[in-house]
């Protein structure tokens, strides 16, 4: 019996088509019919087809839904006439199943009545065979069936392993954005000793506030990184007045006053919602309440 195959973090890209094929190797094939000499006459033409395959066989619907509830399954063989429920009944049920959705199912009627092939394929049947069965078609269509499902089987590691590498790559490329950013907001560090000295504080205290002002965990976040960048404009302050260790002259001021809309221009117009935020805080870190702020003076 094949357990189920969960959902893991995917191989690197080199064992892709090993793991595919191991995996691909060991089909499982669901044999329902209360028939004890119809399910061995499906085992043997199935078997046919490849040695390797686990074949479960079951009596009733319900024991093969409960198998199929928690293993995987490859593809399915059931008779239309079953005790407890019809085999349209089971296929619906097997359909609503998340790992069985897209599994293969084959329906097997004893005459080819055109309402029961409507109604199993309404329920989500893939095809039919009619007894009593023509032993090289059934293998034949069970075959091509089998195949698909390896090639879907394939495809869908495939599938995982790309994701991976992209989630990967987006993380890594997040992670360089962020040290990138950390690093901007520490160039002023270098020329104003006040500066460096407090950013990851403000950085901190500034996402406490956010929450606690209502801010979601992503906003507050973008916050937290992008309030560090609040001085960036300040690189273009000369070392004279920036680094002046007495009170500043009326024109010294002014042109301090222009750090603001220096760091709004550097960080501005960026598709980095962490830079476009850092250009809202550069450009209005000295505003105040009473509008007696720089350098819009705002209220």
Do not use: W
Request: glycine share 6%.
């Amino acid at each position: 019996m094949t357990p189920p195959t969960p959902l893991r973090t995917a191989p690197s890209p080199g064992t892709v088509s090993e793991l595919a094929f191991a995996r691909a190797q060991r089909n499982t094939v669901l044999i329902v019919d209360d028939l004890f000499s119809s399910r061995l006459l499906l085992a043997e033409i199935v078997r046919q087809i490849d040695g390797k395959l686990n074949l479960e066989l079951f009596d009733t619907p319900s024991r093969a839904l409960e198998f199929a509830r928690n293993n995987r399954v490859d593809i399915v063989l059931t008779d239309y006439k079953l005790p407890e429920f019809d085999g349209i009944e089971l296929v619906k049920q097997l359909r609503s199943l998340p790992h069985c959705v897209d599994v293969p199912i084959v329906v097997i009627t004893v005459v080819d009545d055109r309402k029961i092939r409507y109604d199993a394929l309404e329920a989500g049947a893939t095809d039919f065979l009619i007894k009593p069965l023509d032993e090289h078609e059934t293998r034949a269509r069970c075959a091509n069936l089998l195949e698909l499902r390896r090639h879907k089987i394939v495809l869908s590691d495939q599938a995982r392993v790309l994701q991976y590498q992209v989630d990967k790559s987006v993380s890594e490329i997040h992670e360089r954005e962020l040290e990138t950013l950390a690093k901007l907001a520490k160039a002023g560090e270098f020329r104003d000793k006040t500066t460096g000295n407090h950013l990851m504080r403000m950085a901190r205290y500034s996402a406490l506030i956010g929450t606690n002002l209502g801010l979601g965990a992503e906003t507050a976040h973008v916050l937290e990184v992008a309030a560090p960048m609040h001085d960036i404009g300040k690189i273009g302050i000369p070392d004279a007045i920036l680094l002046k260790d007495g009170p500043l002259s009326r024109s010294e001021d002014d042109t301090m006053r222009t750090h603001p809309r220096i760091g709004y221009d550097i960080l501005k117009g960026s598709p980095s919602k962490y830079l476009s935020m850092g250009a809202i805080i550069a450009l209005g870190h000295h505003e105040k309440f009473d509008g007696s702020g720089y350098p819009n003076g705002l209220h």
